[in-house]
């Protein structure tokens, strides 16, 4: 349950960058209660795994805290932005899928925290991007249409509820050709000081990793039951299921999701194949 819980709240440096993002391209605001809720203790919450491990009073009170000041943030806010994120997003298409292994289905935040090394481990490439050198008018030629879009939504969930929900949520955010030129002018505007916000919000994801495996997180796709060639798939999936602004779409909206994604999965990548 500790292990759980743990996962789920050191999300919240996902679901802070996300919303970071969102607040800086003019798509969301940041509601600066919500906002201290939920990010001013994160550090100190999260700080001492092991200790959470052996069970020790102040790491469960402090676990608590945090998990309860997510919660009052969520309220503050009216909506569950501040709280959850990209990282969300892993996992709740993994529990709509019935993600399991064997006959072992993963808690919600053992899902929450895999969604929070794999959204870590794209944040890492893409915020050392320089982002205020893309081309609008480039970025504009190679956008594809809603048309071309919806037919490749839909084959990409087997189930067909599924499939019409991600075709709903995924058209209410899909950009046409002139706003996504809109759009790379609102990015390259914002990159320096939102590359800046990122840097100091994110840790790296090797850092995030080691902190959940000592709280007893699972941290790779196979103790979840599934595969890298599957993990890999799910970064486009998961960006598809709901409407939310994170940093999956400022990697698909400026071109680069498909490259950065695929550089975690080569050999020497964070997601390439162990030994
Ligand atoms: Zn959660």
Redesign the pocket.
Known sequence: MAASGYG?LL?KVIAGADWMIAGALGIETIEPTAWEHSQHGLRDWTADPLALRRREPRALYLLIEGLLMAGLSMQAARSSRPA?GSE?LF?HLWEMEGVHRGSDVPS?GFQ?GLGTIAAAALAEKLVMRDLTTLHGASVQAAWRGWEQVEPEVRRSFSDPRVAASAVEESKAKHLTPAQVRGRIAAIRRAWPELQRSLWSQLRPVEELRVMLAAAGCPTTPEELGLTRAELQRDYARARQIRTRYTLLDLAAETGLLDTLVSSLFTSDGFWGLPG
């Open positions: 789920d999300g959850s969300h996992s919600h929450v």
